[in-house]
Structure formats: C-alpha cells, structure tokens
Nanobody
Framework: QVEVVESGGGAVQPGGSLTLSCESSLSMADSPCMTWFRQAPGKDREGVAIMVYLTGKPLYRAPVRGRFVLTRDTAKNTLTLQMTGLKPEDTGTYYC?????????????????WGQGTQVTVSS
C-alpha cells in the first residue's frame, strides 16, 4: 500500500513563510507528476504546484508564481513546497498527490494516492 505523508502546515500572519514536505512510498519514477493541491473551505480542490518527473521542472498556478518554490529529492521521494509572501487567500488544507495517470497533472481525478492533508492558515 502506498503511503503519502505531509508535514509542515501551521498558522502565520500575512507575509509570512511556511515549508510543506511530502514523502511518498511510491517512487517518483512511477508517477509522471507529483503535485501539491489545496482546498479552501467551500471550494474545490485545486492544483498549486506540480513537479513533472521527466523534466524535473515545476509548474505553478498563477496566483502562487513567484512566491512558492517546489523542489524534489528523488532519492527520498520527497517533495518540498516553500511558501513565502503568504496571503489570506492561501489558507486551506494542502494535499500531496502522486500516482498520476496519463491525464492532466492539474486534475484531481488524475491521482491515485493522496496524503491526509496539512492545514495552512494565513491570518492577522
């Protein structure tokens, strides 16, 4: 059974920083994409940052571009999301997903394995 474990959430003031980590028992080589999603209360889950395995280059949703940095450690199957300049609209539960199939890496339905989520709250 594949395990996906997130850590690093918390509460910060606007402008603050947090780092989220995700470790998976599934090899990154077995998933074309490994992605951080977030879900705000009352809203759909949306992709925030994608790590494409073949290129090693991250893709970001426009509102977080320039503020979030996604990196990976393929030896440890770990994905790290460094978040700076946090805004109240970044608040939500952040989920790590892996086990993607051949569809869009931005789509929730494309992923087979999910972590339990970690809460990020940005508030003054």
């Amino acid at each position: 059974q594949v395990e996906v474990v997130e850590s690093g959430g918390g509460a910060v003031q606007p402008g603050g920083s947090l780092t989220l980590s995700c470790e998976s028992s599934l090899s990154m080589a077995d998933s074309p994409c490994m992605t951080w999603f977030r879900q705000a209360p009352g809203k759909d889950r949306e992709g925030v940052a994608i790590m494409v395995y073949l290129t090693g280059k991250p893709l970001y949703r426009a509102p977080v571009r320039g503020r979030f940095v996604l990196t990976r450690d393929t030896a440890k199957n770990t994905l790290t999301l460094q978040m700076t300049g946090l805004k109240p609209e970044d608040t939500g539960t952040y989920y790590c997903a892996t086990g993607s199939s051949g569809g869009s890496c931005w789509e929730v339905a494309n992923y087979k394995y999910w972590g339990q989520g970690t809460q990020v709250t940005v508030s003054s």
